[in-house]
């Protein structure tokens, strides 16, 4: 996939946000309407997208899930001990320094990475990614809100956490892959559906949400700008150095090189309202690392 191609399919979807954003200021969107869109994408529709990545024509391969597995736990245990360090050095703010952890750990890779994945690498590449996902989806939504709000001296982990609907998902799409189960075309065909309306949801909650946020604050925000750089370019040229001296495939490495030069996971802002936690920080480090990806992920998947 060419260079255009890959930016214009990121514009696609940056213009989601910005639908949003004048969603909001034309009052067909406002907080009380994301907060309850919010709960709506966390316990229906995106667990239907997670359980439709592995109900594809094609299941992955029990060959390609301990490599991809073991690279996608590793990356993640890194990410999670340097964004400890990294928000320490770029971010003084007890209130925001939590949100910036969540950020700088995971990126947009169900909403935005397999699309783009897809174009960049075929349906071979949804294989990989959705194997990524069951380390991603068990820390966001395991650890997610005690991450956010690490920046307080808290870390309050709830068991039940783990029985949220994202995760049992998660729980189902291993059973299927582990036993190479086939469901019946109505089935996928429905979980498709209903798991497609969670990427324009989620980003024209971003966009509403940022409506709420004064413009000169957010552009004039420098140590958003260095989250950005980090997130866009610093990891995923870190992971994929790592990669090269590791022995892992470069069928493997390439996949997840792009996924981890994903934007923010807008997922944070939806954790944010869910929760009643103040989501601004994070509405704005979405924004910006979903608006520099558009140039970022063409150039990456350009060098690879």
Known sequence: MSFLDTLAQMSALFLLVIIGFCCNKLKYMDVDFNRKLSSL????????????????????????????????????????????????????????????????????INFIGFPVLASLFGTTAIFYAAVVTIPFNILIFMFGVPIITSGKGKFDFKWRSLFSPCLCATYITIVIVYFQATVPREISSACSLVGSMTVPG???????????????????????????????????????????????????????????????????????????????????????????????????????
């Open 202 to 304: 989620s980003l024209l909650i971003i966009g509403s949400t940022l409506a709420g946020i004064p413009v000169l604050k957010m552009l004039t925000n420098l140590r958003m700008y260095l989250l950005t750089l980090i997130k866009l370019i610093g990891i995923p040229v870190l992971m994929c150095a790592l990669y090269k001296i590791s022995p892992l495939d470069d069928k493997y490495a390439d996949v997840l090189v792009i996924l981890f030069g994903m934007p923010v996971a807008s997922i944070g802002t939806m954790l944010c309202l869910k929760n009643n936690i103040d989501g601004s920080t994070m509405s704005e480090g979405t924004f910006l690392t979903t608006l520099f990806s558009v140039i970022s992920i063409p150039l990456l998947a350009l060098i690879l």
């Open 41 to 108: 994408i966390l316990n229906i529709t995106a667990p239907f997208l997670i359980l439709s990545s592995v109900m594809g024509d094609v299941l992955p391969q029990p060959e390609d899930i301990p490599p991809v597995l073991t690279a996608g736990v590793l990356s993640y245990a890194l990410l999670f001990l340097l964004s400890f360090i990294i928000s320490k050095i770029i971010c003084n703010d007890p209130d925001a320094i939590g949100s910036y952890r969540f950020m700088l750990i995971f990126g947009n």
